[in-house]
C-alpha cells in the first residue's frame, strides 16, 4: 500500500505545483515501496536520491514562481526549503554510514513534512499567485 495517497486536502489550486507535488508524492512512495521489499542499499540510495533530486527541482521552480511574483515572505518560504534538504541529507549520510533503521525514519519524516508544508505553507501562496494571475 502506498505510504502516502493524493487527497484533496493535498491540493492547493496553482496547477503545476500540484503537479509537482503529485510527482514528488509519487517517488516518495516508490522509496517507501523499495525500503518494503528489502531492496538492497544501492537500489534505496538511488531513489532517495530520486526523491531528493526531484524535491530540489520542485523547490527551485516554486521559489522562482514566489520570487517572480514578489511573494512577501519569499526568503521565509525558500528558508524553510533550505532547511528540509539539509535534515534529509544528514539523515542520508547516516543512512549511508550502515544505520539501517533509519530508511523508515527518513521516509516518515518526508512524508510528515511535506503533508505539513503542503497544507500549511503553500496553501497560503495560492491566493497571492492567482492574484498575479498564475494559474
Ligand atoms: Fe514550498
Do not use: C
Not at 511535506?114 to 496553501?123: A, G, M, P, S
Amino acid at each position: 500500500m502506498a505510504l502516502l495517497v493524493w487527497n484533496e486536502s493535498l491540493t492547493i489550486d496553482i496547477q503545476s505545483m500540484d503537479f509537482q507535488h503529485k510527482h514528488w508524492i509519487r517517488l516518495i512512495n516508490e522509496l517507501h515501496e523499495a525500503m518494503l521489499q528489502g531492496k538492497g542499499s544501492q537500489v534505496i540510495d538511488q531513489t532517495l536520491d530520486n526523491a531528493l533530486g526531484y524535491a530540489r527541482l520542485h523547490f527551485a521552480a516554486e521559489e522562482r514562481l514566489l520570487s517572480e511574483s514578489g511573494y512577501p515572505t519569499y526568503e521565509q518560504h525558500k528558508k524553510l526549503h533550505g532547511h528540509f534538504v539539509d535534515k534529509i541529507l544528514r539523515l542520508k549520510n547516516r543512512l549511508n554510514e550502515g544505520h539501517t533503521v533509519l530508511a523508515m525514519e527518513l521516509i516518515t519524516e518526508m512524508r510528515a513534512w511535506l503533508t505539513q508544508h503542503i497544507q500549511q505553507v503553500d496553501r497560503q501562496y495560492a491566493p497571492f499567485l492567482k492574484q498575479k494571475g498564475v494559474a
